[in-house]
């Protein structure tokens, strides 16, 4: 399974980004799909996951400001970003689960978010 993030980008406090993960086959042969991120210094967290069913679940910290979104057409699942802060500078990782427990990560897409 490949998966391919884009839409990092480098923004000011307060505005918005929207990352998109690109799988090799379509989103509804996994479980579950979510989007990690990794501060220097910092373990990975989970910022937000969704599942086949459209059940979401999110990190207290991004709570009323991200939203993640599955496009089945395009076999991708997107993390919309607003009100971002400086805290949510970090590297971000797409990450997918199939129904058998694997889990398959794509490379992180780097969000700066300047004060």
């Known amino acids: 399974v490949q998966l391919q993030a884009s839409g990092g980008g480098l923004v000011q406090a307060g505005g918005s980004l929207r990352l998109s993960c690109a799988g090799s086959?379509?989103?509804?042969?996994?479980?579950?799909m979510g989007w990690y991120r990794q501060a220097p210094g910092n373990q990975r967290e989970l910022v937000a996951a969704?599942?086949?069913?459209?059940?979401?679940n999110y990190a207290d910290s991004v709570k009323g400001r991200f939203t993640i979104s599955r496009d089945n057409a395009k076999n991708a699942v997107d993390l919309q970003m607003s009100s971002l802060k400086p805290e949510d500078t970090a590297v971000y990782y797409c990450?997918?689960?199939?129904?058998?427990?694997?889990?398959?990560r794509g490379q992180g897409t780097q969000v700066t978010v300047s004060s």
């Open positions: 086959r379509s989103m509804l042969g996994f479980n579950e």
């Open positions: 990450s997918v689960i199939d129904w058998n427990g694997n889990r398959y």
């Open positions: 969704i599942t086949r069913a459209g059940s979401t």
